[in-house]
């Protein structure tokens, strides 16, 4: 298990609490999350589980790839296991890619 260290608030800024990356993604689970990925793939999906490498499991995903004409493809892909090497961004409440074109 990784050794969480709790980081104390930049210098002059009193009373501000300070919240840790893997606490914030604890705190998605049941949630919708928008995840964009290396390369060009989007995954929408209710995160269910997460690791320390921040691996997670997503229910309910959807799968958004664009193609090099800009095109996004759209694909309904259930239960999946995300590596999380391959995360870049992860935006709680997130829609995804297509959420404002509809």
Do not use: H
């Amino acid at each position: 298990k990784m050794a969480v260290k709790v980081v104390p608030p930049a210098a002059g800024v009193q009373g501000v609490p300070t919240i840790l990356p893997l606490e914030l993604v604890d705190k998605c689970i049941g949630s919708r999350l928008w995840i964009v990925m290396k390369g060009d793939k989007e995954i929408v999906g209710t995160l269910t589980g997460f690791d320390d490498y921040v691996n997670m499991v997503l229910d309910d995903a959807v799968e958004y790839e664009t193609a090099p004409d800009g095109k996004i493809s759209e694909t309904k892909v259930g239960s999946i296991l995300l590596n999380g090497n391959n995360v870049c961004l992860l935006i709680p409440g997130g829609q995804g890619p297509l959420a404002n074109k509809k």
